[in-house]
């Protein structure tokens, strides 16, 4: 009986120590589940920053294609308005050409009223 007792009790610190490892390795078990856990919330909060980025930079992309072609368009306006002023400054000149030689023919005119 005393054997037995002994083989009983020897049995139980042998249960006990495996419950206590079996203890310690849960503790660690769920240590590392949080950590992963933890792990897994700053990954998605990245993924979150990573696709706001695409985001900014596809809104970024459409902005600059857009203010290119504003900037072409008022490229093209300039030309036209370019084109329009030399238009215009050409008009101007021949009118004067015109005008010129229509007051040297009227001083001539006049000239030779006066000779009379």
């Keep these: ?11 139980k610190q042998e249960l006990q120590a495996e419950l206590q490892e079996m203890r310690t390795s849960n ?20 993924q979150l920053e990573r696709d706001e980025v695409k985001d900014r930079v596809v809104s970024t992309t459409q ?3 857009a203010s290119k072609e504003r900037v072409g368009a008022l490229e093209m306006e ?5 084109d329009q002023a030399e238009q215009s400054r050409h008009e101007l ?10 007051n040297a023919r ?3 005119e006049h000239a030779e009223e006066i000779q009379r």
């Design 1 to 11: 009986l005393t054997e037995d007792c002994r083989s009983l009790h020897s049995s």
């Design 78 to 82: 300039i030309g036209e308005m370019r």
């Design 106 to 108: 009227i001083r001539e």
């Design 93 to 102: 000149l021949v009118g004067m050409e015109e005008l010129r030689s229509e």
């Design 27 to 46: 503790a660690t078990l769920d240590a590392t589940f949080e950590a992963a856990q933890q792990l897994q919330n700053e990954l998605t909060l990245a």
């Design 63 to 65: 902005e600059l294609h």
